[in-house]
């Protein structure tokens, strides 16, 4: 008999082991929203992720410009608040947007750049030789932004098979090796003659509108933004590279400067429009956040007041929230244009223009336009790139993304209706060492939102899961995150942070509270780095977990809230669990103290790490119930493994991207098509999934980082997935109710992993 149960025993062990079989995926009944653009591309239409620039017709149809827009919306038409279209061929085979765009002359000039595509187009004509950049302009019509203006000298976008609408409308002006920035960083029209700004060679350039061919240049101190004032002058932002000492100035037909507007101290001016009143318009982009007028008689330029309130988005004057945004609560100021009719435009990118050397910000764009008495005409957003959304646990109401917050109400249903954007949580003034600014928009990082203690603390790693950075809100009285921690696997290349250990993994402590990076409050681990990892994770308790490649589990146990109220934790107390069965390496982790249940992905030996999917959740998913409860000498032995290349209607050329647990399911989220795998948590058995529907155009972006997709369990038994989506600057929202509800857990089982 004893011999009978132990061979019992030992099958049941290999069935618990084993992979889950392949299940058929039964349909699910969900709806597809989303979160963070005025648009879902239902219609074909979205928001632009960013603007650089605005031309303004004086019909008031707005045109923008960017750099990058991952849909290859760079160049967007906007009339009476209503996108219209994009100009496309901006994008891919070796074409970008720019900084600087005008109209006039029935034409739509666009600062762009060419490049080979890494050498693969430098032996084609229209294209620069290898390790060469072109920067310089596309002529296109302005009543078809699709159709190239070509003409004689014109070059790019040369295609023997295809024809590209394009073909030579592009302008050279400037030609550099690789890593040099010589963009157009401002375009005006007037009189014929086309002004071109090139901060890089202090030059400003002119050409016949008609012909293109150059009539001759300016020396100007590094050149931006310009626009005409409709009597042959133009006025010019100089000095333009840095942030200090910047002037807007007036020059005459023959490149004479004839006035200066007398800025206010801390002013940083980064554009300027005219009226037909003949009054300037400049916007502010330094810490008061607003757009001033003056006015001009003859050669002298006097203040005649400000629009916007002072210190825009972060201002608390007359009690306002910092960070809260609105009608005339500017922040990242781009852009001013205005209409014959005097309305005014404005165009926002969360930080501003984007740097000369640098790369876009990407924080997001938002363009609006306001009656010339300052009454709010109409508002487009396009908020998200590298961001996913993650609610406040206390309150799904309330949700975060790398930079914004959004009150959501789920009664709404009709699509992209449950959402509305309330506040900027990063502040460049307050705390200028922040990683969102410094380390670009890589740096923003994805939040995992946790209450400690009763208080708001977010967990954001950067996009390739090399640090953690720890924020403490106080939503009660600020929309802002506060800087209150950091952990980074390694140092950090470059200048930022200062003070930080020469090597190796660190901790940073905020110990005075000023959020600010001091030599005595980094703690170092014998100047190693970290093992190479891609897993963060930070339980509801407060632990943080980091799975690494090839040595095991580590977690940073919480030591409590420090006297500033931070998140307090130390290489001191970290412990180490050895790699799990049948792990040979760890790519995500999510772990529930409440259920002691920990759900692990990666590769094993039966399903080896694939290079070519080095960013994915890897080839497997296990779960283990009992994980502290299970000494750490003890082999642990998962309740089941599920092999997600064998998933129904997988194709294992698509990497899966991301992993969510929410109440009783798990949710899966390919990175190509962003197709949301559901599978009972129980039994890791697939039950459906979900793609995007036609209220997003039945299309997404890829799904490119570690922390792709979040999910929550609503009170009423819903399911809500959130999922980046970065090529319409947006989030995806499915909302799911499963029915009929999942039957009451055996006495024993877990409620929730």
Known sequence: MGSFLATLGLIALLLLCAPVAPAGAAGLDYRTSWVGNTLGFGNGRWVPNAVEDIAVTPEGVVVTN???????????????????????????????????????????????????????????????????????????????????????????????????????????????????DAAVRGLAVQNNVLYAATPLRNRIDRFDTRTMRRLGAWEAEQPGKMTPDGAGNLWVILRTTGTQGRQVVRF?????????????????????????????????????????????????????????????????????????????????????????KGNIYVAMSGMGPRPVGHRPYHYGAVIESYTPDAKPRWRLEGLLFLDTVHVDPADPGWAYTGTRRFRLDFDHMDPGSEWRYTGITQDPFRYPQDAAFAAGPEGRGFPLMRRIQGRLFGF??????????????????????????????????????PFQPPSGEWIWHDDNGDSRFQANEFERNGGRDAPAMQAWWVDDR???????????????????????????????????EPMPAPFTKVQRLQYFPETDTMYLTGATAAKPYDPGQWDSIGRVVARYDNWRGTSRNTVRKPRYVVEVDSLP???????IE?????????????????????????????????????????????????????????????????????????????????????APAPAGEAKRP
Request: proline share 6%.
């Open 252 to 340: 005459d037909a023959d490149g004479k400067r004839t006035a200066q507007v007398p800025l206010p101290a801390g002013t940083l001016p980064v554009d300027v429009a005219v009226g037909v009143d003949g009054r300037l318009l400049i916007a502010d982009n330094g810490p008061n956040q607003n757009l001033l007028w003056f006015q001009v008689d003859g050669n002298t330029v006097t203040p005649a007041g400000e629009l916007g309130e002072r210190g825009g988005a972060y201002s608390t004057r007359n009690g306002a929230r910092a960070g809260s945004v609105g009608p005339l609560r500017f922040q990242g100021l781009t852009s001013v244009g205005l209409d014959r």
């Open 66 to 180: 960017t750099e990058w827009d991952e849909a290859g919306g760079e160049i967007t038409l906007i009339r009476d608040g209503k996108v219209e279209g994009v100009g496309d061929h901006t994008h891919g085979w070796g074409n970008f947007g720019g900084d600087a765009i005008a109209v006039g002359d029935g034409y739509a000039f666009t600062a762009a750049r060419i490049e080979n595509a890494g050498g693969k187009l430098a032996n084609r004509p229209g294209y620069p030789e290898k390790n060469t950049v072109w920067f310089g302009l596309m002529r296109r019509e302005l009543d078809r932004l699709q159709r190239g203006a070509p003409f004689e000298g014109g070059v790019g976008n040369s295609d023997d098979v295809n024809p590209s609408p394009v073909l030579n409308s592009f302008l050279r002006i400037t030609a550099v090796r690789e890593g040099e």
């Open 649 to 655: 209607g997988r194709r294992p050329t698509q990497g």
């Open 658 to 742: 991301g992993i969510a647990v929410a109440g009783d399911y798990m949710f899966l989220v390919e990175a190509e098509k962003a197709h949301v795998r559901v599978l009972e948590n129980r039994t890791g058995r697939q039950i459906g999934v979900m793609t995007p529907g036609g209220e997003v155009g039945g299309e997404s972006g890829w799904v490119d980082v570690p922390m792709g997709i979040t999910a929550l369990r609503r009170a009423n038994g819903e399911y809500v997935v959130f999922v980046e989506e970065d090529a319409r600057g947006k989030n995806l929202m499915y909302r799911w109710r499963p029915a009929p509800a999942p």
């Open 460 to 497: 954001f790693t950067d996009r390739h899961a090399k640090y953690l950075k720890i924020y403490r809100f106080d939503p009660a009285r600020s929309e802002l995150a506060v800087p209150a921690g950091f952990i980074s696997t390694r140092r950090i290349e470059g200048n930022w942070p």
């Open 542 to 576: 407060g632990d943080v977990w980091a799975g690494s490649y090839d040595q095991g589990i580590r977690r940073f146990r919480l030591r409590g809230l420090d006297r500033q109220g931070n998140p307090d934790y130390s290489f001191d107390t970290v412990e180490r």
